[in-house]
Nanobody
Framework: QVQLVESGGGLVQAGGSLRLSCAAS????????MGWYRQAPGKQRELVAD???????TYADFVKGRFTISRDNAKNTVYLQMNSLKFEDTAVYYC????????WGQGTQVTVSS
């Protein structure tokens, strides 16, 4: 069984920063990519950023230059540093880990006040 534990969400003023973490544990082998998605009320879940085992990163256009994804392979942990947060970044952020299957975290709420 695989568990993903997310942390770091919360309430922040526009222009502020937050750092999300997601640690994978359990029977998980050969992690390929790790990523962050988000879902705002009434909207579909969308990719924010992901990172391969080799460190190749992909970012959604709306976060380029503001968010940075990184990972610690030894700890099976992925991070999302979010700077210059905007009101429209308010959403539930989900961690995703791909190995043999896709695994999803429970989500962490990020609320940006204007």
């Amino acid at each position: 069984q695989v568990q993903l534990v997310e942390s770091g969400g919360g309430l922040v003023q526009a222009g502020g920063s937050l750092r999300l973490s997601c640690a994978a544990s359990g029977s998980i082998f050969s992690i390929k990519s790790m990523g962050w998605y988000r879902q705002a009320p009434g909207k579909q879940r969308e990719l924010v950023a992901d990172i391969t085992s080799g460190g190749y990163t992909t970012y959604a256009d709306f976060v380029k230059g503001r968010f940075t994804i990184s990972r610690d392979n030894a700890k099976n942990t992925v991070y999302l540093q979010m700077n210059s947060l905007k009101f429209e970044d308010t959403a539930v952020y989900y961690c995703m880990v791909e190995s043999r299957h896709e695994y999803w975290g429970q989500g962490t709420q990020v609320t940006v006040s204007s």
